[in-house]
């Protein structure tokens, strides 16, 4: 092959996989919200496909009956976990929110009052002209803050009540969701050998070899993130401990699960918690609590790039941009989605599935698997 036919074909895949990549987007950003539970299910029914087809075999019983059980056993302790996260959070924030107004009055505006006249005491020593326009100054931030906080209070409220207006879209979405998986899981073998009795034999085997590529990346991105966690739960652990908070342990573990959003993660909590205990007048545990959020996100930044790019094969510079260009991109799906389709563009050129970089290989080697 001449070099102009070998430039001929990197173009040509590259502009192969920049439209699968335009497609690809399209669909996420206006048919994904629409199928996400069909998406779901069939994504669920994939993964615990092998177990069906393992248990039917060797208990005799119907795939169908295995199907419901284990459809049954995912959703319900799934489920449960969310529900009972979910649950203490919402009600944590909305008797914090509600309680906000009351705190407000009762203990931050005595304080900054207090604060505010001690400052004035030592300003009138010098120069009484500032004293009024000081005094005004003040009431002009009172009044600002007074508000900012009810409007929060308020909002936080709306927020709680949009999320219970549409409690019932979304108990449908996951009635749908639980369904769909039981009959993609049920007849899982018919489904995909029908959808790839349409595909040529060449494409199949490709779509295979992708297939395995994309179930490597996932679990390596999956075991990176779980690494990433647990050096979060140990740095929660011990900074809660030194801080003097009791039951230390399961605080870290539930904060630790809100590390996964991006962003806010740990501060979601650290950081209102550290500002409450300021304003309480518990110095310590409010500077340590704000201390901790501080050093968990310089740490995560900085292992962050370097774990997730060293388990997917991506350099950690570009795992870093592919992180912030899919977080803006499609949100917080965006952060997990990029890196692990650079990921899979690697390791499906890597395996001569698809030949878009120079040293591509036709030989995969186990990479994939």
């Known amino acids: 092959m001449t070099k102009t036919e070998k430039q001929k074909r990197f173009v040509i895949s590259v502009l192969f996989f920049l439209s699968i990549l335009l497609t690809v987007f399209l669909v996420i950003k206006y048919l994904l919200g629409v199928l996400l539970p069909f998406v779901i299910g069939f994504t669920v029914a994939s993964l615990i496909a092998p177990i069906v087809r393992k248990l039917s075999r060797k208990l005799s019983l119907s795939r169908h009956f295995v199907s419901f059980l284990l459809v049954l056993v995912f959703y319900a302790t799934i489920g449960t976990l969310v529900a009972i996260i979910c649950v203490k959070l919402f009600v944590g924030a909305g008797k914090l929110f509600g309680y906000l107004p009351d705190f407000y009055s009762s203990a931050v505006a005595p304080m900054l009052s207090s604060f505010f006249d001690f400052i004035n005491s030592i300003v009138a020593r010098f120069d009484n002209s500032f004293v009024s326009d000081y005094g005004e100054l003040f009431n002009n931030l009172e009044l600002s803050l007074s508000s900012a ?20 879209m979304f108990v449908l979405e996951i009635i749908l969701c639980v369904i769909s998986t039981f009959f993609f899981s049920s007849d899982y073998d018919y489904i995909t050998h029908f959808v790839l009795s349409f595909i040529p034999s060449k494409t199949k ?15 390596k991105y999956f075991r990176s ?51 409450f205990r300021l304003i309480t007048g518990d110095l310590r545990t409010g500077i340590l609590l704000l201390l901790v959020y501080a050093i968990i996100t310089v740490i995560r930044n900085i292992i962050e790039p370097k774990i997730v790019g060293k388990e997917v094969g991506l350099h ?10 899919g977080t803006r991109l499609f949100g917080i799906a965006g952060l997990f989605a990029l890196p692990v389709g650079l990921s899979l563009i690697k390791s499906l050129n890597d395996c001569g599935v698809i030949s878009i970089l120079p040293e591509a290989d036709d030989n995969c080697g186990g990479k994939c698997k």
């Open 316 to 325: 950690p510079t570009l795992t870093l941009i592919s992180m912030f260009v």
């Open 205 to 219: 085997a490709k779509l295979i070899e992708a297939k395995k590529c994309l179930g490597g990346v996932l679990f």
């Open 149 to 168: 906080i009810s409007a929060l209070s308020l909002e936080a409220v709306g927020f709680i009540s949009n999320i219970a207006k549409n409690l019932p």
């Open 225 to 275: 993130y779980f690494l990433i966690m647990l050096i979060t739960f140990g740095e929660l652990s011990l900074g809660l401990t030194i801080a003097g908070i009791r039951k230390p342990l399961a605080a870290a573990f539930i904060i630790t699960l809100l590390d996964i959003l991006p962003v806010l993660g740990t501060g979601i909590i650290l950081i209102p918690w550290g500002i």
